[in-house]
């Protein structure tokens, strides 16, 4: 599908809602490359009505704090309204009351620290459930989202609101262009928004900083397991053989899983 084919799409898919005409669209972000991306599409759209939501996990690099304003700024300049919003619980307070880490088949925490809030911001905001709700997943990110439609209705995770995807088609090499109409460079990386998340890579891991592997051992004592399963790691147990697998390139610890995204998609984007 070309450039303007996946406009007219978008366009054409935004334009469904329930009473024909949406108040508003409603752009759940992480500020990470597919996030920048969406800000930008719904500025050349010319979407009027559009609110921006980020929600803080409280597990985030200490880098993405800088990144977020960065994102913030550029959605004002395009005319946005802004909203920085968090749950009741930070990652470590979630993991303490459950006794135990989320993992990648049980990713209690998108909707626990994401999820959760987003849908709460949007039902003050949007009680009628009219809002459209953009998201930036895309097809040839995993075989897990190979069939992540343009849009839908009936979400479980939005209250049976438009759900419009506009990256749906897009590959890495389509967003990346439309990022280059940014001020912004394409990041190396997923979202910096938890770091680390229970989805990442050796890359991943490897970024992650001296304070927060210190709170990782810490909870790991404290709820007596661990945050990556060690069948998920090549049998590293704990965060420290855990960075021992990120490390290495070869052997025991070397192989690294394909990526899984999260089961809500709000994540990492």
């Not at 334009?15 to 599409?41: E, F, M, R, T």
């Not at 993405?64 to 960065?70: F, I, L, M, N, T």
């Not at 459930?129 to 995770?157: F, M, N, Q």
Request: charge should be negative; glycine fraction near 8%; charged fraction near 30%.
């Amino acid at each position: 599908m070309d450039r303007d084919s996946k406009k007219d799409s978008a366009t054409k898919a935004a334009q469904g809602s329930k009473s024909g005409l949406a108040p508003c669209y409603i752009i759940s972000v992480s500020y990470g490359n597919d996030s920048i991306a969406l800000i930008q599409l719904a500025k050349e759209q010319k979407l009027d009505g559009v609110h921006v939501v980020y929600c803080d996990t409280g597990w985030g690099h200490s880098s993405w704090e800088q990144r977020v304003a960065e994102g913030e700024e550029f959605a004002k300049q395009c005319g946005f309204s802004v909203h920085n919003i968090h749950g009741d619980e930070t990652f470590s307070d979630m993991v303490r009351r459950k006794k135990g880490f989320p993992s990648q088949r049980y990713q209690f925490c998108s909707g626990t620290l994401k999820g959760l809030p987003f849908l709460e911001w949007c039902e003050e905001h949007d009680p009628d459930c009219e809002a459209v709700i953009l998201i930036g997943k895309r097809k040839d990110e995993s075989i897990a989202r190979k069939d992540t439609p343009t849009h839908e209705w009936g979400d479980e995770y939005h209250n049976g609101r438009l759900i419009w995807y506009p990256l749906s088609d897009y590959t890495a090499k389509d967003r990346d262009e439309v990022i280059a109409r940014t001020p912004f460079q394409v990041l190396p990386h997923r979202s910096l928004e938890c770091c680390p998340c229970v989805n990442a890579n050796k890359t991943d891991l490897l970024m992650v900083e001296n304070g927060r592997l210190e709170e990782i051992r810490e909870l790991e004592i404290e709820v007596g397991n661990y945050m990556y399963r060690a069948q998920k790691k090549m049998g590293a147990k704990g965060i420290d053989e855990v960075l021992l697998w990120a490390k290495s390139p070869r052997g025991r610890f070397g192989k690294d899983p394909e990526f899984t995204p999260c089961v809500t998609g709000m994540c990492g984007m």
